[in-house]
């Protein structure tokens, strides 16, 4: 495996008296891909906010690219929070701005970039989430697939190595999903992210383990013979705050655990 992107070691927290991360530990190799399953309530979006430093665990250790973010003091955590983007659960853009203005923010917020190359940055990053005609519409005049690709692209234009992924596809028909795998797997595949997917969708897992995105077909294609390429996809399932499973695509789709089983059917 290549050296850790994202690790986590014997990560617990609990609100206030109820434990909700138990004795977690985990590790991504860069470029490679987990897959972050469990029932509602089991911990999957609370483990992404410690991943990214916006909740401290009570015990453990979290490392982004080799440094723990633990003892980190704010200040200390913004230069390893720009390495990671994430796309939040309810997709929340800023109803009040135009998707321009939505996709300039972290760049202006952290004075990234000045007013010209601004724009060219954020014409660039929505014309990979193929949105760029909708540039100066408001967030209310998007269907929620535009609205989800609409906050990848906020989320992507600060060249992130790193993306979680919460329940990008919760929600979306099976069509529109697909057009958000497209996204994660050309983010993989031409910008060789990390990335971290919450899915309850077993069909996101399938058509990211199975297929690469072809720049020349502009689409995603079977991984044939570039599968020994393609970095490692990896599982992981929470039970009410503990890693019930982990495993390889192979273990998964093969493991004879009963709730596993269930999750599979
Ligand atoms: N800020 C918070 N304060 C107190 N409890 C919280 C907080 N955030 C999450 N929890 C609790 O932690 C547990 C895990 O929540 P989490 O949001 O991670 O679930 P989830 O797996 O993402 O569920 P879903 O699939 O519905 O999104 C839940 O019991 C939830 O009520
Ligand atoms: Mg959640």
């Given at each position: 495996m290549p050296g850790p992107a994202i690790e986590l070691r014997n990560v617990s927290l609990a609100f206030d008296a109820k434990r909700v991360l138990s004795n977690i530990s985990l590790a991504l190799?860069?470029?490679?891909?987990?897959?972050?399953?469990?029932?509602?309530?089991?911990?999957?979006?609370?483990?992404l906010k410690v991943?990214?430093?916006?909740?401290?665990?009570?015990?453990?250790?979290?490392?982004?690219?080799?440094r723990d973010l633990v003892p980190l003091p704010d200040e200390q955590l913004q230069p390893l929070r720009r390495r990671m983007g994430i796309v939040f659960q309810e997709g929340a853009l800023f109803d009040s701005l135009s998707v321009f203005e939505n996709v300039a923010y972290r760049l202006r917020d952290e004075h990234l970039a000045d007013e010209a190359a601004l724009e060219g940055r954020v014409r660039e990053v929505l014309r990979f989430v193929e949105m760029e005609a909708a540039l100066e519409k408001a967030p209310a005049e998007l269907s929620g697939g535009m609205r989800r690709r609409v906050a990848i692209a906020r989320t992507i234009i600060s060249n992130p190595s790193i993306m979680l992924y919460d329940s990008p596809t919760g929600g979306l028909d099976p069509v529109t999903c697909l057009t958000i795998n497209l996204l994660i797997a050309k983010m993989r595949d031409l910008q060789h992210v990390t990335s971290v997917v919450v899915t309850q969708r077993l069909q996101d897992a399938y058509e990211l383990v199975n297929f690469v995105y072809s720049e020349e077909k502009h689409a995603l294609v079977p991984v044939d013979g570039a599968a020994s390429r393609r970095p490692a996809t990896r599982f992981l399932m929470l039970r009410e705050g503990e890693v019930y499973f982990q495993g390889n695509e192979q273990e998964f789709v093969h493991s004879t655990d009963p709730y596993v089983q269930k999750f599979l059917a």
């Open positions: 190799g860069e470029g490679e891909t987990l897959f972050l399953l469990g029932v509602t309530g089991s911990g999957k979006s609370v483990l991943m990214l430093g916006l909740l401290k665990p009570d015990e453990g250790q979290v490392f982004i690219e080799g």
